[in-house]
């Protein structure tokens, strides 16, 4: 579809100020001493790609032009790899439609010399992006709050409350909230503890990927019965997921409280993990229901359950869906998804960019395909739908920027970077 319509929307699209809904960005001067192709391509999701192409898993970390270019090749038509050309053209004034020989010395001098300029990020995410903030999900950070400037905004996993088994443990987190663990009740009041200085020193929601171990069925065990399991020193299998489950609940309980967003992992998993079967977003239902005052975000547009995700958003007003991933994970299924939710589902409900990425430069090309993938499905809505182009204009705003503001809490009309 290329015509009138879609160039004002792309148009529209590039010109319209980002919010960022999900990431893992590698800080400014925390990442590789030099990043080079072939440490981007280890690090994204072109990796895994490989992997699924056939590459052995040990070959990941140790790429060169003559041990990659196999699996390049074959996976060359997948959204993960279109996004990277996207992003070299952009950058860099790729003109190929693939990777080469000839490329590989070529772009990873361009990326080891772009990533030593101190202005990179702002050049990347700023100037080519429009972007003016992103949602970073924290990991092993000796300060998980303290972040470079006022673009980043960090999300909590609380998932280690949740698994903790053995005491040293239950007791290292509760201790960092200057609580105890030596019982459930205890543990709740630290963990209430930490929720609360979560929100307090500038987190703008709590996640959870529990679905990378676990399926999401979360029953709800009686206090009573959690409190026995929590002071016994070994659990079995199904004792373990009771207490698990009621872990869950006291996290969404608490993010509620506290007027943080629970993000949940729904639907397609990286690192070679066959999760979906258990990571359908309906067997959430009773736990969205449980904890109406608590918004949940589904991420990653629940891929591959796309209808299963806009029934949840259409009938839990406290359930939200993140679709950022997906527009590279699979570009057509991205354009089919927003066709569907955008009659299903209200407006102020769909996170449209959060590209789940390291490096800055998958960032903007995952930026770029998806805003190229929703102009495509705003552009049917307008020459078959019979949507006005005012309406088709004011969902961009509200999908790309809008929508994050109002429901992570952030600072509308602020400058992007640079």
Request: negative net charge.
């Amino acid at each position: 579809m290329s015509d009138t319509v879609v160039r004002h929307l792309e148009e529209y699209l590039a010109e319209s100020l980002v919010v960022d809904c999900h990431e893992h960005t590698l800080l400014p001067g925390a990442g590789p001493a030099r990043v080079d192709l072939a440490v981007l391509i280890a690090n994204s999701d072109v990796g895994d790609d490989m992997i699924s192409a056939g590459m052995p898993e040990d070959r990941r970390q140790d790429l060169t032009w003559s041990t990659a270019a196999p699996y390049l090749e074959r996976v060359r038509n997948t959204g993960f790899y279109r996004s990277l050309i996207w992003a070299f053209r952009e950058l860099f004034g790729f003109d190929g439609d693939e990777l080469r020989e000839g490329d590989w010395h070529a772009l990873s001098e361009n990326l080891a010399t772009g990533n030593g300029r101190p202005d990179w990020y702002e050049h990347v995410l700023g100037r080519h992006g429009r972007i003016e903030a992103i949602l970073r999900i924290q990991g092993d950070e000796a300060d998980p709050y303290d972040l470079p400037g006022r673009w980043f905004a960090p999300v909590i996993p609380f998932d280690p409350w949740i698994v903790a088994r053995d005491q040293p443990e239950r007791e290292r987190l509760a201790g960092t909230v200057g609580g105890r663990a030596s019982t459930l009740e205890a543990y709740l009041a630290a963990l209430d503890a930490a929720v609360e200085e979560a929100r307090n020193r500038g987190a703008v929601g709590v996640k959870s990927a529990l679905a990378y171990r676990r399926d999401l069925a979360f029953g709800l065990p009686a206090a009573g019965e959690a409190a026995r399991l929590f002071e016994r020193q070994s659990l079995e299998a199904p004792e373990a997921r009771a207490l698990e489950d009621f872990l869950v609940h006291a996290v969404a309980d608490r993010a509620g409280a506290h007027g943080l967003p629970y993000q949940m992992h729904v639907g397609y998993g990286s690192w070679q993990r066959n999760i979906a079967a258990g990571a359908n977003p309906l067997l959430l239902n009773p736990l969205i229901e449980a904890h109406r005052a608590t918004r949940f975000v589904l991420l990653h547009g629940g891929y591959p359950f796309i209808g299963e995700l806009a029934t949840m958003a259409k009938n839990h007003p406290n359930a939200y869906l993140e679709c950022g991933w997906l527009a590279y994970i699979a570009p057509a299924a991205y354009r089919r998804a927003m066709g569907e939710w955008l009659d299903a589902v209200p407006g102020n409900k769909l996170l449209a960019v959060g590209a789940d990425c390291r490096h800055v430069e998958q960032t903007l090309g995952a930026l770029l395909l998806t805003r190229r993938q929703l102009a495509l499905a705003l552009a049917e809505k307008v020459r078959e739908g019979g949507w006005p182009m005012s309406l088709a204009e004011g969902i961009c705003r509200r999908l790309l920027a809008r929508n994050a503001q109002e429901l992570y809490g952030l600072d509308e009309g602020g400058e992007p970077f640079g």
